[in-house]
């Protein structure tokens, strides 16, 4: 293994954005102890960002999450990243599915300065009821490779979503999960209900493998509710419902709106809908 003392280090090109692979040549340097090789190697570097989860480690000092009883109060973006870890038992949490609270949002967050993980994912899912509380959420991303989840809830199991604004947003998927992604939920199950909500901002799948992708929600099935709702998004990829990418099992969609721009990148015997993919 070279050291980095004897080396030159090309130049690097500047990825597109923070989330591609790049190249970077690395020359010997002529007075170092490997200065018989004379060519140059190519490294492959996957340029990973920090993520909320890894800043974001202990309970937040700030007082923008509190808990007492069933009520959970969140005011800052570092209670909200906590939050993640709280639901999903992450950074030394026992996983809570919330079920029997309310989490309630009161005032805006930017969640723009780290890379989000979806809450309820990875089997924890979520259950309780999560309360916008009408709060701007803005810079809301996740682009990294090889996820399952994308959305700002991974999995929303017989749970609640209301009066939640992701204003701005830029979800890319870059795996091969055969699921359903959306801006707000990925999968909404269970008599879950989403309402009153807005979603904004760019969602994109990078691969055929997506069973449905939505501008709200990716799948709503077992009695699911989306109603009232809206999505104002640009919508890139494969299997595109406006509002919701797939109703199943009794779920059903009412009262919402949608006004996305779509890219979509179908075969002859796919199509998009404008409330729904199927």
């Not at 309310?102 to 309780?128: C, Q, R, S």
């Not at 992701?166 to 979800?171: D, E, G, K, M």
């Not at 939505?214 to 509710?225: E, W």
């Amino acid at each position: 293994c070279l050291h980095q003392r004897d080396l030159d280090c090309g130049e690097v090109q500047r990825p597109e954005d923070d989330y591609v692979f790049t190249t970077l040549t690395l020359n010997v340097k002529s007075n170092s102890p490997y200065e018989g090789y004379t060519g140059s190697d190519q490294l492959v570097l996957r340029i990973v960002p920090p993520m909320w989860i890894n800043m974001v480690t202990s309970f937040p000092s700030d007082g923008g999450y509190l808990e007492k009883d069933k009520e959970v109060i969140i005011s800052t973006n570092n209670g909200l990243a906590w939050l993640i870890s709280v639901v999903n038992g992450y950074n030394g949490c026992i996983a809570d599915d919330m079920s029997g609270k309310t989490v309630t949002l009161t005032a805006d967050v930017d969640m723009n300065a780290y890379i989000w993980t979806p809450i309820g994912e990875n089997g924890h899912h979520f259950k309780g009821t999560f309360d916008g509380g009408g709060a701007e959420i803005t810079g809301l991303r996740c682009q990294l490779t090889g996820q399952e989840a994308t959305g700002m809830f991974a999995q929303v199991d017989g749970g609640v979503v209301k009066n939640t604004f992701v204003t701005s947003s830029n979800l890319i998927h870059k795996g091969n999960h055969p699921g359903h992604i959306g801006i707000l939920v990925d999968t909404l199950t269970n008599n879950a209900v989403l309402h009153s909500c807005e979603a904004a901002g760019t969602l994109e799948v990078g691969h055929d493998k997506i069973l449905s992708m939505g501008g709200l929600v990716g799948l709503a099935d077992a009695g699911a509710k989306v109603h009232s709702s809206m999505s104002v998004s640009m919508l890139k990829g494969y299997h595109i419902g406006g509002a919701v990418g797939t109703l199943s099992d009794g779920a059903s969609l009412r009262n919402s709106f949608t006004n996305n721009v779509y890219e979509a990148k179908m075969s002859s015997d796919d199509f998009a809908g404008g409330l729904a993919y199927s």
